[in-house]
Nanobody, 123 residues
Framework: VQLLESGGGLVQPGGSLRLSCAAS????????MGWFRQAPGKEREFVAA????????YYPDSVKGRFTISRDNAKNTVYLQMNSLKPEETAVYYC?????????????????WGQGTQVTVSS
């Protein structure tokens, strides 16, 4: 499975961005998906997860209420809508896939990773 993120860029504090991740697989609906991020000098951290059919989602407290993960299985794409962005959320954002129907929130649970897209929150 190949994953390609897009939609990153420069945004002002308090602004919004929507990231997309396109998957190259005929069985996208059999994968749970997740988003992670890695800021300079920090470890990669979990941001959001969604089950195979979008019926379940999970977020850490740090982004809950501001970020929304969704998916369109007909388009083999998962999205991350990010609102009220903060400067400390500047990072490379990664899409990940796990061949399982349920949610995951740990790096080791995901077998496939994209190359990442840079998000910079700055005025």
């Amino acid at each position: 499975v190949q994953l390609l993120e897009s939609g990153g860029g420069l945004v002002q504090p308090g602004g919004s961005l929507r990231l997309s991740c396109a998957a190259s697989t005929y069985t996208f609906s059999s994968y749970a998906m997740g988003w992670f991020r890695q800021a300079p000098g920090k470890e990669r951290e979990f941001v959001a997860a969604i089950s195979w059919n979008g019926g379940s989602t999970y977020y850490p407290d740090s982004v809950k209420g501001r970020f929304t993960i969704s998916r369109d299985n007909a388009k083999n794409t998962v999205y991350l809508q990010m609102n009220s962005l903060k400067p400390e959320e500047t990072a490379v954002y990664y899409c990940a896939a796990r061949q399982d129907y349920g949610l995951g929130d740990e790096e080791y649970e995901f077998e496939y990773w994209g190359q990442g897209t840079q998000v910079t929150v700055s005025s």
